[in-house]
T-cell receptor
């Protein structure tokens, strides 16, 4: 099993550009989520999904969209990138009763 | 407001020392407490605790939860340089549709083990 995979690993955007961070898992987990990690702020939940077709907002959802058309995939869209979105983004999944497993992360810089 | 507080924020020890990392929490509808280790990449899972007073152990690492006093500790005995990392504590609540996965994270304890 590959576990949780994320692409790209690194990305540089200009302010106002849009992009999609890809996330996939092959563990048949119903639950998936996106976190961002910033120095001094810890990991903060952006959006999550408890199953295909179901998504909801976390602690810091502004500026991001998600969709969950399949159990395996949970992409995160940045609509109009801002410097405040410079961060490391982690996708994660769990079975719902087990622990959360993280992908390798995407380091995003917005200029 | 739900919160998870870890202490100390950073710690420097020498190889062979024993360390205790602390995690206290205030979370409505508590479901579980988890510990993760983060080196220069993604957090990796260490322990998940749901019952008070039952120690989880893996090699030199162990952890215990006190649901009455709302805290947990992570112990590492005979530390090695490979234990150098940020240790994250996270608490799951049932507010988000009952999912185990919505975790509230503390800011972590940065452990440095010197040879």
């Amino acid at each position: 099993n590959a576990g949780v995979t994320q692409t790209p690993k690194f990305q540089v955007l200009k302010t106002g550009q849009s992009m999609t961070l890809q996330c996939a898992q092959d563990m048949n987990h119903e639950y998936m989520s996106w976190y961002r990690q910033d120095p001094g702020m810890g990991l903060r939940l952006i959006h999550y999904s408890v199953g295909a077709g179901i998504t909801d907002q976390g602690e810091v959802p502004n500026g991001y969209n998600v969709s969950r058309s399949t159990t395996e995939d949970f992409p995160l869209r940045l609509l109009s990138a801002a410097p405040s979105q410079t961060s490391v983004y982690f996708c994660a999944s769990s079975s719902g009763t087990g622990p959360l497993y993280f992908g390798p992360g995407t380091r995003l810089t917005v200029l | 407001e739900d919160k998870v507080v870890q202490s100390p924020l950073s710690l420097v020890v020498h190889e062979g020392d024993t360390v205790t990392l602390n995690c206290s929490y205030e979370v409505t509808n508590f479901r579980s407490l988890l510990w993760y280790k983060q080196e220069k990449k993604a957090p990796t899972f260490l322990f998940m605790l749901t019952s008070s007073g039952i120690e989880k152990k893996s090699g030199r690492l162990s952890s215990i939860l006190d649901k009455k006093e709302l805290f947990s500790i992570l112990n590492i005995t005979a530390t090695q340089t490979g234990d150098s990392a940020i240790y994250l504590c996270a608490v799951g609540n049932m507010n988000y549709g009952g999912s185990q996965g919505n975790l509230i994270f503390g800011k972590g304890t940065k452990l440095s083990v010197k040879p």
